[in-house]
């Protein structure tokens, strides 16, 4: 999951480099909208605490994420 987010912000850099600038609102909802449906309540949290990040920090947050999930999912087993 991990590297399909930073593909996704490649892409949005790619496109940058090629003159296709879009605003950073589209970009965070780009990069949102291509996680996991289990990935809900994170997205929901980032949009009523109004977080506004650069890309680079978004995926930081995704990956503390990312390993509580895992942290919480080896509890159950």
Do not use: W
């Amino acid at each position: 999951m991990n590297i399909r987010v930073l593909k996704i912000i490649d892409y949005i850099e790619k496109l940058g480099q090629l003159g296709f600038v879009m605003d950073h609102e589209l970009s965070v909802d780009l990069v949102l909208q291509s996680l996991f449906q289990s990935f809900s309540q994170f997205i929901i949290n980032y949009h009523m605490n109004k977080l506004d990040s650069i890309l680079p920090k978004l995926f930081s947050m995704f990956k503390t994420v990312t390993k509580a999930f895992k942290k919480e999912k080896c509890q159950f087993f």
